[in-house]
């Protein structure tokens, strides 16, 4: 594979959107512990990335839903190497380094996983991983999520999620919701990858924030219409901005 690092720089993020008419509804709501939430940033163009994506998935089918969230950020500083990923997007670039920079990395990389804002490096290593979530779950959260989804009379997905702190919420504590759709592929026709039908799972296709938590409450709303044949779910986080640590999670996985 190609080495590529890419010196850090600081990110863009995106915007609230607008609540949607809706019609039918499903409601998720974090539980009364803290939650691990599982970055993988990831992408098309680079061939160490698949067996991530592989690993990503059997995470995902094997996690209890109360204890960590997974999630796979598709960047886009592979996409002039050969092959656009679809996925990509500059503001998941833009957080990977800033999480880097908050951890005290000078580069970044693919494959590269965060647990809970923290790069773990041993991420391949299931125990470690495990036992780090474990930690985490054995912790009080901070805040409290309540996620409410419902779909649209044309299919579209739309969700409310509303956010409240609990007592020691830090003062920058942030809040972000995210769009996640699994089951999809894509057949690489140039780059590492070429000749490759790759398989993707828990995919962020909207990203959504930062809104920060004013007066202890916060609300983010948005909607999305998936690919045939795939699932899709919402899950919603506080972050810590100062130091990037992300402090709970919740998923409504009710979509798809």
Not at 18 to 35: E, F, I, Q, Y
Not at 36 to 62: I, N, Q
Not at 121 to 130: E, L, M, Q, Y
Request: proline share 4%; with cysteine.
């Amino acid at each position: 594979m190609q080495a590529f690092f890419i010196r850090l720089v600081a990110g863009a993020l995106a915007a609230v959107t607008a609540w949607p008419a809706l019609a039918g509804s499903c409601t998720a709501t974090s539980p009364a512990h803290r939650v691990a939430l599982v970055e993988l940033y990831t992408s098309e163009g680079c061939s160490s990335c698949p067996p991530a994506d592989r690993w990503l998935s059997k995470f995902d089918r094997a996690r209890k839903s109360d204890a960590a969230v997974p999630i796979a950020l598709h960047v886009d500083y592979w996409d002039s190497l050969g092959w656009k990923d679809r996925f990509a997007q500059a503001s998941f670039t833009g957080r990977q380094q800033r999480l880097s920079t908050q951890g005290g990395q000078r580069v970044v990389y693919t494959p590269e996983v965060f647990v809970a804002g923290r790069e773990w490096r041993n991420w391949s290593d299931g125990s470690s991983v495990d036992a780090r979530i474990r930690q985490m779950n054995a912790e009080a959260p901070l805040a409290d999520i309540r996620i409410e989804t419902s779909t649209q009379i044309e299919g579209r997905l739309a969700f409310d999620a509303a956010f409240s702190a609990r007592p020691n919420l830090p003062a920058d504590a942030v809040a972000y919701a995210a769009i996640i759709e699994s089951g999809l592929q894509s057949q690489v026709q140039a780059g590492e990858n070429r000749g490759v039908l790759l398989h993707h799972d828990r995919v962020v296709r909207r990203w959504i924030g930062p809104v920060r938590i004013a007066d202890g409450r916060a609300r983010l709303t948005g909607d999305y219409a998936g690919e045939p044949k795939t699932k899709y779910s919402v899950v919603a986080f506080v972050e810590n901005a100062a130091t990037g640590e992300v402090l709970q999670v919740a998923e409504a996985a009710c979509g798809g």
